[in-house]
């Protein structure tokens, strides 16, 4: 009879301790829910992002940095900070983004800058210290939008659906680093970017019955697939579009 302990390989596949992760857009909603949750899988996190202060606190494990994620030298000095602190940046999540319906070519500039631009500098900043490293997981946020046309916001469709193919783009470029690059592609999530849709009765019934699991998303439902992503789970994961939508991508007839 074998009585040897049983290892706990989910324990080391999905753990996180050791490892430092950068997470954009960490001072609300879902870059906030992320920011928590990898600290509480065990990773040592500095959420960032232009808000002086996060709406909420982070746990133990955690700390906020200001940092404005349209300007490299905002991230470069932020990622030298981190670097002489803790000495290395393992995991990158890009989940800062703003949503800006029916605006004219200013918020369609905005809208690319923030969704766009924004994590394409933090990818090039932070890609050079993860090579000296040789591993590290960027996990970028996506959208629906980067699969399917919604109404009065091609900016932001136009952004994500950018957002989405670089993923795959710099997934080519840095693998030979070690890097691996995903997109978290959440589903209608119930945060202040979609709180007009999530409060409208009509719209909020429409956007629940569209998914097979009949209920809108929460920022928590996205936590487990981002340690999956930033953990030895995935390490031959990357490239790819891991789908937290309830559903919705799958369902054909209304």
Known sequence: MNTDPIPDLAGQLFSLRGRTAMVAG??????????????????????????????????????????????????????????EHWGHIDILVNAAGISLPGSGVDGFDQTVATNLRGPYL????????????GRGSIINVTSLGAFRGFPNNPAYAAAKGGMSQM?????????????????LVPGYIATAMTAASHDDPVAH??????????????????????????????????????????????????
């Open 205 to 254: 019934e429409q956007r629940r019955r569209q998914t097979l699991l009949g209920r809108w998303g929460t920022p928590a439902d996205l936590v487990g697939a981002a340690i999956f992503l930033a953990s030895d789970a995935s390490a031959y994961v990357t490239g790819q579009d891991i789908v937290v939508d309830g559903g919705w991508l799958a369902k054909g007839l209304v």
């Open 26 to 83: 960490a001072s609300r909603g879902i870059g906030w829910a992320l920011a928590d949750g990898l600290a509480r899988a065990g990773a040592t996190v500095i959420g960032v992002a232009r808000s002086a202060n996060p709406e909420r606190s982070l746990p133990a494990g955690a700390e906020y940095r200001r940092c404005d994620v349209l300007e490299l030298d905002s991230i470069e000095r932020c990622r030298d900070e981190i670097l």
């Open 122 to 133: 933090c990818i090039q900043a932070i890609a050079n210290a993860m090579r000296k490293a």
């Open 167 to 183: 993923t795959r783009a710099f997934a080519y470029d840095l693998g030979a680093a070690g890097i691996r690059v995903n997109n």
